[in-house]
């Protein structure tokens, strides 16, 4: 969130802007479209706010009526912002700076991210909390704190006392979080939900402290805790009876925690990818258990064959999702019988498994309300077998097709007829579609919203023209597809300007013209990938210096870029927080220097084998102030004192960083320490 | 020669003489004969190890035994006695076979040089196989009827083993009898399941000097005390080469083993005490070590202070030097002070209570800042309030601990000991709500309780505590 001054005066085209947006041309917006007609009337007349006569209950609902803007909305008038500041409910910070102040405006907020903003420790959390004179904290009920490293027992425990009616956390990716840190999560006895993925210290200690102490948890994540093990899960499935949702992914688990989970009356999701110690003797105790169960992956568990499944699946009729990719493979006969009960499966995911026409068949003629299916990198998927399983599943969105090399257009242009509602098609690596196949997906499946083409050699400009049709498409995967040039990118840059992410991965017949094209049509696009396209200039560069809202952009490995490029998109693209720039070695310390004045909201950089100097390298890393991950490998230019005195000067705010191997004994201790202690992950390349 | 056969007339004839009619000896021979086979199954092998020296064999005696259970069993269950007579010449001709087969292997042994090397051993392979088959033909056999046992002069070790299976309860005899010889620790008890009638034994009292002597055993020549009979025994050898014959070296008591003797007790001297043989309800010591422990544990000091923690006392030595084994090691802690040798103990516990949550060890110092809950209580309540508040809410600080171990330590009666806690007015977590004394092992704390409530029975006086038991 960025500070806003609040403007006195008013701004017109802003409320315009904010009410014309897509989204909120519906019906209920008519009678804001009325309100702007008065606005403009009586600003013409008497130039001076309708809206301080309003009340401010309808202010509210005017805002309600328009949540997909707020942010352009609050600066129309001081009205429009007051009210936005009082019923505003989530916020998420990006700098630490702003925090007390944003605090206190936002007095009545109920979820406070602060995942991505650094400098959150204990320090920090114990001034905010003695200085404000608002109370900002009696209202919060979720706090996310996703990868907040820097923050320890001591101050979370402070943060979540402070919040009485806390009812959701995101501790994950805190990987130094142990049972400390769950014991001052404990504290929170209203926890419904909780998100522990990865914090990979936390034993079944801390494990039975959360269970005790939040009995009224709903929702459990302990992905990847890996020291948690049956003992802990069998005390949680005692004491947390009210469990829906459980994630016990990648735990050393064995099939002792299934027999326990089994007797949670009320679970509807469990998930438990990669637990390779647990077999069908397990999944049987779910047969008889969980009678609400809906939701199950057994991805990756080695030790689990179809009989376990079925078991599963012959005690849960109302089972909707099913997941069990790369765990079985292949699907016995009475599995396969098993699945034509499963009247209302919505999803399936069955990647890696070998499959025949008749199993397609089965899944087509009777799981007729499938919106997903997942036959990536399966065996034996044939054209045959995805005519079949389309012609009974109607109402597929999602269709995940990866490596499925042998489908054909044949099978693209049954699946277009058939699926008029797909939203989602991943076709990466089969080859043998072409322009003919997807002309056909261009004709009907106009709801198409991403698509993956990664690695279709058979892909060129034509297809392009055919796809460039879907004009809801989000997302386009164009990696490595190296028989289009600027010609078809021209025709979805025309057409599809809905267009948010777009990948051109090791295009290397894409050049400026293209990128020219793109900055002018598909100027909401914020994730762009144009790695190893070394046919583009410093031109094309600028052109994408256009798109405002790119945050993500990577230009690995493109020779002919330098600082020239670089300075436009540091100076034009603000919402930049990821950059790729590894091998770009035209690029000198001009181009960085650019980025550590004007990038201000860089959130990782990758700088490996730049010819950066230690002087820019040490501004680079103090000036950028929401820098939380920095690739520094191989920077030739670089001496050891240089890269000391840039590590010290970002301590504390950055989160990872990537350094040469060679370095590692080289750097002093003491910096490698105080970067431990703040919670600094250091990997060695 | 049937050594099995023997052995069970043996046992048959003990345990006939020792048990009263009505005891388990029936109820086990009515178990049907497929169970026979399971329950003897695995235990034979061991017997054949260790022959006990008692055993003397007398073909009579076990003829004898045979048609006891033969009798027996008849009564007991369905029998076709021609279908027994089929399987009995069925046997005898399988003997037959076998004697054959076993004839060929002893002429041969008498003539190897006459043939080539290689067809003799063909041929002893041969005959291997015969007998392997036929044994175990005669193994299904016997298997299908029960409660023969077959006579015959076969000493193939293998042959014996699979016979074994007919001796059902033999083996739980030959255990009772191994019980009584062997010395146990845990005496106590065992006797609870001891039944003996009023009259059957003999009761022996030892007085209080005797019991607390440290040696009981006295070299006759220099006067050096032992506390085994063996070492004694051992140590008389240095006085001389007459001390060191076979004869002299043997358990002494082992001659007269045969004949019939009353069965020993032990009463304790302590009046009022349950194991006294005035009590109403008395309950004899199986042996002398029975009564020197009891008489320890339950009416002498603690004397023995465990070196590690310094709070847990023992009056036998045995018990410190067990404690002091897994003393330290109970790293698994509960909040309500509890300790732990193992983990799924402490999470047993805790899935057992409400509001129970292990606690996790002060390693590192809270050098940042105070806990915000303590600083709570010392803004809001006065000294003593902010002093009661800390107690509660970290019981498991070594303070805590002390205490309440010296509250142990000087209160005997365990009854005296909780109320006083709590008219203290320290809230040890949830101390109220379970009876487990908060500063034990669960394991050892139970058969702390166990064995604690009948040794302070007597001290607040017998009567009013014997119901505990």
Known sequence: MNPTKPRCNFNSPSLFRSLTKPKSTQIQNINILFFIFIYLFIELMLSESVFCLLTEDLLIRILDRVNSDRKSLRLVCKEFHRVESTTRKTIRILRIEFLLGLLQKYCNIESLDLSVCPRIDDGAVSVLLSHGSVNWTRRIKRLVLSRATGLGYVGLEMLIRACPLLEAVDVSHCCGYGDREASALS???????????????????????????????????????????????????????????????????????????????????????????????????????????????VSRCNCVSPSGLLSVISGHEGLE??????????????????????NHLNIIRINGVRVSDFIL????????????????????????????VVSGCGNLKTLDLTCCRSITDVAISTIANSCPNL??????????????????????????????????????????????????LVRLKLGLCTNISDIGLAHIACNCTKLTELDLYRCVRIGDDGLAALATGCNKLTMLNLSYCNRMTDTGLKCISNLGELSDLELRAIPNITSIGIKAVAINCKRLANLDLKHCEK?????FWALAFYAQNLLQINMSYCNVSDHVLCLLMSNLKRLQDAKLVHLTNVTVQGLELALRSCCGRIKKVKLQSSLRFSISSEILETFNARGCKIRWD | ????????????????????????????????????????????????????????????????????????????????PSAMLNNLSFLEEKIHQLQDVVHMIVNKKFQPFEQPRELVTQE??????????????????????????????????????????DVPNKCEMEQNHNMEEHEHKDEEDMEEGENLPPGSYEILQLEKEEILAPHTHFCTICGKGFKRDAN???????????????????????????????????????????????????????????????????????????????????SVIADLKTHEKHCGKDKWLCSCGTTFSRKDKLFGHIALFQGHTPAIPLEENKGLAEPPDRCDAKENSTMVGSMNFCFGSNPSSENGIDNMMDVKGNIDDPINYFSSLNFEGCNFGAFNEFSQPPFEDSDSSFSFLMSGSFNYAPKSGGESCSDNL
């Open chain 1, 187 to 297: 504290c929170a006895v209203r926890l419904r939900e909780l998100n522990m993925d990865k914090c990979l210290g936390v034993t079944d200690i801390g494990l039975a402290k959360i269970a005790v102490g939040c009995s009224k948890l709903e929702s459990l994540s302990l992905k990847w805790c890996l020291e948690i093990s049956d003992l802990g899960i069998d005390l949680l499935s005692k004491k947390c009876l009210e469990l829906k949702f459980l994630d016990v992914s990648y735990l050393k688990v064995t099939s002792e925690s299934l027999r326990s989970i089994a007797s949670l009356l009320k679970l509807e999701v469990f998930i438990m990818v990669g637990c390779y110690l647990v077999d069908d003797v397990g999944l049987r105790f779910l047969e008889k258990g969980c009678p609400l169960l809906k939701a199950i992956d």
């Open chain 2, 124 to 165: 002893q392979q041969l005959i291997t196989a015969d007998l392997t088959s036929i044994i175990v033909q005669l193994i299904s056999t016997a298997g299908t009827s029960s409660g023969i046992q077959p006579q015959n002069n076969c000493e193939n070790k293998l042959f014996d083993h699979s016979i074994q299976n």
């Open chain 1, 361 to 388: 068949q089965i899944i087509g003629t009777n799981c007729k309300s499938l919106v997903e299916l997942g036959l990536s990198k399966c065996i034996g998927v044939t054209n045959m077998g995805i005519m079949q």
């Open chain 1, 423 to 472: 939203a989602c098609l991943k076709l990466e690596s089969c080859d043998m579609v072409t322009e003919v196949g997807l002309y056909q997906l261009g004709l009907s499946c106009l709801m198409l919203e991403e698509l993956d083409l990664t690695d279709c050699s058979g892909v060129n400009d034509i297809a392009l023209k055919y796809i460039s049709r879907c004009s809801e």
């Open chain 1, 321 to 342: 999702q099913m997941d069990a990719r790369y765990c079985l493979s292949e699907l016995s006969a009475p599995l396969i019988n098993g699945l034509k009960n499963l």
């Open chain 2, 232 to 314: 004694l025994r051992m140590h008389m050898r240095g006085h001389g080469d007459e001390y060191k014959t076979p004869a002299a070296l043997a358990k002494p008591h082992k001659e007269t083993g045969s004949e019939p003797k009353l069965i020993k007790r032990y009463s304790c001297p302590y009046g009022g005490c349950k194991r006294n043989k005035d009590h109403k309800k008395f309950q004899p010591l199986k042996t002398i070590l029975c009564v020197k422990n009891h008489y320890k544990r339950t009416h002498c000091d603690k004397s023995y202070t465990c070196s590690r923690c310094h709070t847990k006392k023992f």
């Open chain 2, 1 to 80: 020669m049937n050594p099995t056969g023997s052995l069970c007339a043996n046992n048959w004839a003990r345990s006939s003489s020792l048990v009263p009619p009505g005891n388990g000896l029936q109820t086990n021979l009515s178990l049907d004969p497929s169970s026979f086979f399971g329950v003897g199954i695995e235990t034979p092998f061991k017997e054949i190890n260790q022959p006990s020296p008692t055993q003397c064999v007398i073909p009579g005696e076990s003829k004898k035994d045979v048609k006891i259970t033969d009798q027996e069993t008849s009564k007991l269950q369905d029998w076709d």
């Open chain 1, 587 to 591: 690029i000198n310390d001009s181009g």
